[in-house]
């Protein structure tokens, strides 16, 4: 099982930007990716942008280049750059951990085994 502590998270204006952490204990990372998850008001949890592999990602369209992931092995540590953020009601962001050789294309949810508890980001007008 891998704990995961999300940070960072806070309110911003439109068009600002925002780094969100993801603190993970430790993990095998050649069999563990870790990715980023979103749950706007009213709608499922989706994955926004994850790890699939060693050097390999995967993005939701709608996130375009704006939000690149990366990761420090050494201090197990996931990062989400969140660039021009467009405004939209808080959402709750979220890490996760799952084999990455299960994962599915697009990955699922249920792909993921681990989940931390989220950090919410308000983006305003």
């Known amino acids: 099982q891998v704990h995961l502590v999300e940070s960072g998270g806070g309110s911003v204006q439109a068009g600002g930007s925002l780094t969100l952490s993801c603190a993970a204990s430790?993990?095998?990372?050649?069999?563990?990716?870790l990715g980023w998850f979103r749950q706007a008001p009213g709608k499922e949890r989706e994955v926004v942008t994850t790890f699939t592999g060693p050097s390999s990602t995967f993005r939701i369209a709608w996130a375009g280049g704006r939000f690149p992931i990366a990761q420090d092995k050494d201090q197990h540590t996931l990062y989400l750059r969140m660039n021009n953020l467009e405004p939209e009601p808080t959402a709750m962001y979220s890490c996760?951990?799952?084999?990455?050789?299960?994962?599915?294309?697009?990955?699922?949810?249920?792909?993921?085994?681990?989940w931390g508890q989220g950090t919410q980001v308000l983006s305003s007008p």
């Open positions: 996760a951990a799952g084999d990455c050789q299960t994962f599915g294309y697009p990955p699922r949810r249920s792909d993921f085994e681990d």
């Open positions: 430790a993990f095998d990372i050649t069999k563990y990716c």
